[in-house]
């Protein structure tokens, strides 16, 4: 028979029926005893020693700008004092880029490694300058044309030909070359006429003439 309380010429000697103790608050084979008196031996696993765990999960805070491995427990478990646990994820979490795909000087993780540096260079003539020089975008809409570059600012220039809107029996034919452009004449040689051709923030491009349709490339030199 379990007993809890003991009490001798009128003294409490022993009393543990206060007692809260369980097996799922005790570190495995510890042994205690509940408010009834019956023993109870602790279950809770127990950590004593480095260990490695690789079913983490990348997680990503765009609050923090921090990076985190998580990793659920699927039971009750103490660690002790002075161990080291190693939560690991695949590499591939974090891309499949190599150093040769980043541009030199640059770093990133992937699966070649934690914030390896870049070693691609962009040719820029013979000189082996690596300053970037232009860049080309095809313009997919005519008639509400946008493009998207890697920078804002610099010199744009177009290129390509185009239709403006129907008028009478009248459709209008243009040529662009650059920073001006050709109306086609029925006789003549057509005028060239200047443009200012400007890409805001979200890409849009102003200083063409009103198309209907066309097939345009931009050209951006910073």
Request: charged fraction near 15%.
């Amino acid at each position: 028979m379990a007993v809890n309380k003991v009490v001798y010429g009128g003294n409490t000697i022993v009393d543990i029926s206060d007692s809260t103790v369980s097996a799922s608050d005790m570190a495995e084979g510890v042994i205690a005893y509940e408010a009834n008196g019956e023993k109870v031996t602790g279950n809770v696993h127990v950590e004593s020693a480095n260990n490695t765990f690789k079913d983490g999960e990348a997680v990503y805070s765009s609050i923090t700008s921090q990076i985190g491995v998580k990793r659920t427990y699927s039971e009750d478990t103490l660690i002790r004092s002075g161990v080291t646990i190693f939560h690991h994820i695949d590499a591939s979490n974090f891309g499949d880029a190599l150093a040769s795909d980043v541009a030199k000087g640059k770093t990133f993780t992937s699966v070649a490694g934690v914030k390896v540096v870049g070693t691609r260079e962009e040719s820029g003539g013979s000189g082996g300058d690596t300053t970037l020089n232009a860049e080309v975008q095809t313009i997919a809409n005519a008639t509400s044309p946008s493009a998207t570059f890697s920078g804002t600012g610099g010199t744009y220039k177009v290129y390509g030909y185009g239709k403006g809107t129907t008028s009478g029996y009248t459709t209008p034919q243009y040529a662009f070359c650059g920073d001006k452009y050709y109306t086609m004449a029925s006789w003549g040689n057509p005028t060239p006429k200047s443009m200012t051709i400007s890409v805001d923030e979200n890409g849009n491009i102003t200083g063409l003439p009103a198309l209907a349709s066309g097939n345009l490339t931009i050209v951006r030199t910073p």
